[in-house]
Nanobody
Framework: QVQPVESGGGLVQPGGSLRLSCVAS????????VYWYRQAPGKQRERVAR???????WYADSVKGRFTISRDNAENTAFLQMNNMEPEDTSVYFC??????????WGKGTLVTVSS
């Protein structure tokens, strides 16, 4: 059983930075893809970044060059470093741990607010 738990959200001013963490239980974490999603009020959930089990990284155009995804398999942890943040980044951010053999685990989310 894999259960991700996000942390690191909060209030940040435009242009500022935050680092989100996602700690996942279960020894299978290194074999899973890790995604970060976000959902703003009244909007659909949006995929932000992906770090595959094989090391392939992908970003949404809206965050490319500002956000960096990373992972530490020894600690069952993934990170999302967010720099040069914009008010449009305000959302609840979710960690998703996925493997095609039947693992599709979501955390409860962490709120990020970008405002002056």
């Amino acid at each position: 059983q894999v259960q991700p738990v996000e942390s690191g959200g909060g209030l940040v001013q435009p242009g500022g930075s935050l680092r989100l963490s996602c700690v996942a239980s279960g020894s299978i974490f290194p074999l899973c893809d890790v995604y970060w999603y976000r959902q703003a009020p009244g909007k659909q959930r949006e995929r932000v970044a992906r770090f595959s089990a094989g090391g392939i990284i992908w970003y949404a155009d809206s965050v490319k060059g500002r956000f960096t995804i990373s992972r530490d398999n020894a600690e069952n942890t993934a990170f999302l470093q967010m720099n040069n943040m914009e008010p449009e980044d305000t959302s609840v951010y979710f960690c998703n741990v996925f493997r095609g053999t039947g693992i599709n685990a979501w955390g409860k989310g962490t709120l990020v607010t970008v405002s002056s």
